[in-house]
């Protein structure tokens, strides 16, 4: 889903351009100190292939077709970092030719299909990978890739534009089947290759777990399904107490820094919202990762 | 795979054209910005800055037909969330929406209508673009049309084939890959056997007074817009 420009607000498509501007440079330095010599052209046709392969259509139902979009794909043949590079050529390259999402809106296009949707697509088949789960690793890898990044383009135009809950509510049923789409494609494919020469897509060494595996493709799917439905659904907890009164006698008593779980000082309800739901996530991730560091080093540095 | 028509266009010679693609690039970037925050109107919107796309498009030499044909090929995303802001907020927001988009994509074609796209890669890695993030969408745009002719063939064999039509996709696919993948090693072993880094940067003339002018011209007049009639 490439979005084109004149629709994001300029909060969003500036923000995520710096964050996407910051993070592809990151990566591009980081696979060019490991790629060998003369790689940079496997790249560049891995991702004209990815472009071609999207021209053979995959026989859906009742004379509709689908086809491949290559996230989950890329990220288990090249590995996260060059997928996510390759990933960032494609969408500049059809912004630019094909037109097919915008110049300003190159960073949220950046941001949710070659960050997040190649993070998304990698996160289960790195885990299921070297299990026997290894086709079903692919498959939910396909199928997060294009949820994670189909939610985040409805969050950043909910963002922007004002649109029913009940539209939101359509677009994320249409999403979720053309993700089941992308899942079945990218196994399917995925299966070809591993039958005509398994050299091409061999496992990456550690990280072996099915649990690990499964609990990453539900988190995503939790993660982003569930904001997209939390910002068209009125707050469950809050709806109860505004009915039985205690709401007001709460915002009374109990104080918090992201009162509300709105950020102050920002202009927009919306902005307010995520900024502050943003600042959350940070606190739990920090709180999260020197739990991770203490039990670490309890257990005499080895990691699990 | 056809190749683009704008790559015909970009070809082309005309005042537009003979400018330096910095320049370009930059003054699309700055017109694209003040479209997205302005708080005009639709009719501000198409009255304000159609002026200096409409001069764009006479000094480009570039069919208008073409390019209008082409802005609404590539606005049917715009359109649907035009009409759900339409339904949601009024015909007002929609028609913002739909202006800002439709002047957004003109914006864009006047600028691959008339900057060849190696030249366009080249220019984003001199105003700091990852070198290697360039490099690959060099590669990826020369062997794009090598690669979508041999998915054409793949595709013809798999629909003969006949049989379950999954698989055979699927079998269709995985074939691309092989031979997308025995072109890269090929190119690989024929760079290295040459000695070359990789793809040679194009040399690039310094910009002109010209070039500094249309630049200069395009951000004083959105400026002076903003300022006297807030567009």
């Known amino acids: 889903m490439h979005i084109s420009d004149g629709l994001l607000a300029a909060p969003v498509w500036a923000g995520l351009g710096a964050v996407s501007a910051a993070s592809v440079s990151l990566i591009s330095r980081r696979v060019a100190g490991r790629l060998e010599e003369g790689r940079a052209p496997l790249l560049g046709v891995m991702g004209a292939f990815v472009f071609a392969a999207q021209m053979i259509n995959f026989p859906v139902a009742a004379g509709t077709s689908g086809h491949l979009v290559g996230s989950a794909l890329l990220a288990a043949v090249l590995g996260p970092g060059a997928a996510s590079l390759v990933m960032t050529a494609i969408l500049l390259v059809q912004a630019l030719v094909f037109q097919d999402g915008g110049i300003l809106a190159l960073g949220a296009n950046v941001f949710n299909m070659a960050l997040v949707g190649v993070w998304a697509g990698y996160l289960p088949y790195r885990h299921l990978a070297a299990t026997g789960w290894r086709t079903g690793g692919v498959f939910l890898g396909g199928l997060t890739s294009v949820i994670a990044a189909s939610c985040l383009a409805i969050l950043e135009l909910r963002l922007s534009i004002p649109v029913h809950n009940a539209i939101v509510t359509a677009s994320l049923g249409w999403f979720l089947v053309s993700a089941l789409i992308e899942g079945a494609i990218t196994a399917a494919v995925f299966q070809s290759m591993q039958r005509m020469n398994p050299g091409w897509v061999e496992a990456r060494p550690g990280g072996a777990s099915r649990i690990r595996g499964v609990l990453a493709a539900g988190a995503v799917l939790l993660a982003s399904v569930g904001a997209v439905l939390a910002s068209s659904l009125p707050d469950g907890l809050e709806k109860l107490l505004e009915d039985a009164g205690a709401a007001s006698l709460a915002r009374t008593l109990v104080s918090t820094p992201l009162a509300d779980y709105e950020v102050q000082f920002l202009a927009s309800p919306w902005i307010r919202t995520a900024g502050a739901g943003l600042a959350g996530l940070a606190i739990i991730f920090s709180v999260c990762a020197l739990g991770a560091r203490y039990v670490r080093r309890k257990n005499g540095g080895q990691s699990r | ?231």
């Not at chain 2, 479209?35 to 198409?46: C, H, K, M, R, Y």
């Not at chain 2, 798999?158 to 049989?163: E, F, K, Q, W």
């Open chain 2, 1 to 231: 795979m056809k190749r683009p028509v704008l790559e015909s266009w970009a070809g082309g010679d005309s005042f537009l054209h003979r400018r330096h693609a910095a320049v370009k690039l930059i003054a699309v970037l700055v017109l694209l910005a003040a479209i997205s925050t302005s708080g005009a109107g639709p009719v501000g919107l198409l009255a304000g800055f159609g002026v200096p796309l409409a001069v764009g498009v006479a000094l480009s030499g570039l069919p208008p037909a073409g390019l209008l044909k082409r802005v609404l090929m590539v606005m049917a995303f715009s359109i649907s969330f035009s009409a759900a802001a339409w339904m949601t907020a009024g015909p007002g927001r929609g028609a913002v929406l739909l202006s800002k988009s439709a002047l957004s994509a003109l914006s864009i074609l006047l600028l691959a209508g008339t900057t060849p796209m190696h030249r366009i890669l080249d220019t984003m890695g001199r105003l700091g673009a990852p070198s290697l993030l360039v490099e690959v969408a060099q590669y990826l745009y020369r062997y794009l049309f090598v690669i979508a002719g041999k998915a054409v063939q793949m595709r013809h064999a798999a629909a003969c084939r006949g049989g379950w039509r999954w698989g055979a996709s699927a079998g269709a696919a995985a074939a691309l890959f092989g031979a997308s993948y025995t072109r890269a090693e090929n190119v690989r072993r024929a760079m290295l056997s040459r000695g070359a880094a990789g793809i040679a940067n194009t040399a690039h003339s310094p910009a002109t007074a010209a070039d500094f002018a249309l630049g200069g011209v395009l951000v004083a007049y959105i400026a002076g817009a903003r300022l006297a009639w807030n567009l």
